[in-house]
């Protein structure tokens, strides 16, 4: 019996590849469906997609909008290889839906997609609507937005809440246990920052938190993900260190399975405003949030109101970032296990869990027609 397709693509990026490879996850069950997961090729893709048991890694090429007349002429040809290629794709494998998870990587297939009448659904992560999935949003079949309605301002075709796609390990026990912090060889006495700045890290966020680590480490233990531009200046650091706050510091380029294990542990979180927040509320964790700046359409300011809004979270702006302000902030939450709880509850009180369900049913519908 021939089986029915799907197409999931999530490129680039964690906050695009970790939903793809959850919903990828689900569907791959199904031993009556094909599940196609494509991408760009980038480090985090291979990482991920290549724990799939079943779902076969597809690559295309995309070009990213950026400034410049000769960026843009190269994002342009990009752009026409990627459609070929993906008009290739679509032909030779028939999906019965391709669900997009959107940035610039997903518009080749949106509009293979729809040249060749293909339904398409798409997920938002974020509380504005990102500008490929607005151009794409228009023939979507669906639009799944992590934030309420309202909060994107003019009405969206086809919208529906569902809330954010999240692995499932995110919403199981929240219990800590001995063996969490023996992942990091941690103390299970003393408080923990868990630092994170998205899946590259974030260069502003970690120069503060290294000119604050003599400090901080006397009376607490941080899990920093670095990314892999600052990976090397926290290897020197802690070398540098002495051997009792080195066995407080845990520094790593990108935490991947450990991550279920680094928020379980974690008493307080410093954290980007992306996608990864959803992650951070799931586990009931207080959270401080630094916008980065310079994202698309000041999003990531954007999804840190909507929760402060709610008292659910602390913000510090970017451009206030400075090493006084980040350990002030941190050492006074620490100080306040009331503030950090409440701070939690208002936190995953703010999220829609069941995100992941939702979408995963809503494709089935087309592949079991």
Known sequence: MKKNVVFLLGADTGGHVVPT??????????????????????????????????????????????????????????????????????????????????????????????????????????AVLGRSNKAISGFAKKVFLSYPEEIYGDKIKNAQFSGPILRPGFLKSKEKTEADYKVFDLDKNLSVVLILGGSLGAQAINKNIFAILPKLLPTCQVIHQTGEGDSQIAAKIRKEMSKDLQKRY???????????????????????????????????????????????????????????????????????????????????????????????????QSVKLDGREMVCEYLKKFLNK
């Open 21 to 126: 490879f959850a919903i990828a996850q689900e569907l791959e069950k199904d031993p009556n469906l094909e599940v196609f997961v494509i991408g760009v090729g980038s480090g985090i893709e291979k990482k991920f997609y290549g724990k799939l048991s079943r779902a076969k890694y597809l690559k295309i090429i995309a070009g990213k909008s950026q400034f410049g007349s000769w960026a843009k002429i190269t994002a342009a040809l990009k752009f026409g290889v990627g459609l070929a290629q993906s008009k290739y794709l679509i032909l030779k494998h028939r999906p019965a839906v391709i669900f997009l998870k959107g940035n610039y990587a997903t518009l080749p297939m949106a509009f293979a997609a729809r040249i060749l009448g293909r339904p398409v659904v798409i997920h938002e992560s974020d």
């Open 250 to 348: 845990f520094a790593k380029s990108f935490i991947e399975e450990e991550i279920f294990c680094a928020l379980k542990i974690a008493d307080l979180v410093v954290s980007r405003a992306g996608s990864g927040i959803f992650e951070i509320a799931a586990c009931q964790k207080p959270a401080i949030l630094i916008p980065y700046p310079h994202a698309a359409a000041d999003h990531q300011s954007k999804n840190a109101e909507y929760f402060v809004e709610k008292s659910a979270a602390e913000i510090i702006e970017d451009k206030n970032l400075s090493p006084t302000i980040i350990y002030s902030a941190i050492s006074k939450l620490l100080a306040s296990e009331n503030r950090r709880k409440l701070l939690a509850e208002h936190f995953r």
